[in-house]
């Protein structure tokens, strides 16, 4: 056995914005998006014995979203698969194979691509956001990313505006230097 | 990098004008990504970068880091959204226990 430990007390606390993230670069909807991870911290609630610790909490709760977010579309599809593609296969003569042409993907559409960049971006900024200290954490994330007001954090953290400055340029200058390792 | 001529730089300016010059440009600038920076506070941000290479430095980081942070895909949980879900999640794990 390797040195994983599983603590729920700080799951919340320490993974729900990087699932949150995850998922909804693959949900698109707020609302799925918290029920799934809400569904997975409950998953992983039950299912807390069978971690074996060969991997972090972190990535086991991934895993077990992964197959929540599976579910969700498996669900959702049997509404959806009514609206089947209909495909003329042409099986003989000489237009034999045609529709595998029109199948092509098109090499002008970059959007996968894309897509597949800014969610690997999404979890990078996550990642380097968990190794701060977690007020930095904490105050960064309602500054930048929710885009809260300064009087508005200060009020609820109960510190002043220069503080909320400082703490922010600590949280800025180390970001920025693991995002220069990992990313820039 | 400049992390450490940073340390050097905040342990000068006690007793040095020209360098307490980078705190306040630096601070200038962190403002500056959430447009909260006042005009003239960005004129002399934008004086202070032309002869310092440090800030220069931060500066264009921290306008990198900004523009990341922009991308619709970096998203995160509104702080009602993660209270609600941490009290239904203390009721499951109560349960379990």
């Excluded at chain 1, 956001?129 to 954090?153: D, N, W």
């Excluded at chain 2, 905040?10 to 440009?25: E, L, V």
Aim: charge should be positive.
């Amino acid at each position: 056995m390797s040195g994983h430990q599983i603590n729920p007390n700080k799951w919340i606390d320490l993974y729900s914005d990087y699932l949150f993230n995850y998922t909804i670069t693959r949900v698109k909807d707020r609302e799925t998006a918290q029920d799934l991870i809400q569904e997975t911290f409950f998953a992983g609630l039950k299912s807390m014995k069978n971690f074996k610790g060969e991997a972090s909490e972190r990535t086991w709760l991934i895993s077990i979203l992964k197959r929540k977010i599976i579910d969700h579309y498996r669900k959702i599809n049997s509404n959806k698969g009514k609206a089947e593609v209909r495909m003329n296969f042409n099986f003989d003569g000489e237009n034999e194979g045609d529709w595998l042409e029109e199948r092509v993907a098109d090499p002008f559409d970059k959007t996968a691509e894309d897509t597949l960049e800014n969610t690997e971006l999404g979890l990078a900024i996550h990642n380097c956001i968990s190794k701060l200290p977690s007020k930095q954490a904490q105050v960064f994330k309602m500054k930048t990313l929710l885009g809260y007001e300064t009087e508005t954090i200060c009020n609820e953290l109960g510190i002043t505006a220069s503080n909320l400055w400082v703490i922010i340029h600590r949280a800025r200058t180390a970001l920025a230097s693991c995002m220069e390792e990992k990313w820039f | 990098m400049y992390g450490r001529k940073m340390v050097l730089i905040k342990n000068m300016n006690k007793d040095n004008k020209i360098f307490g010059a980078c705190d306040k440009a630096t601070l200038t600038c962190d403002k500056a990504q959430y447009n909260e920076a006042s005009l003239w506070g960005k004129i002399k941000l934008n004086i202070h970068l032309l002869y310092c290479k440090v800030c220069r430095k931060y500066s264009a980081n921290n306008g990198k880091l900004t523009k990341l942070t922009h991308e619709p895909e970096v998203d995160c949980l509104k702080v009602s959204e993660k209270e609600h879900l941490q009290v239904k999640f203390q009721k499951e794990l109560e349960n379990n226990q």
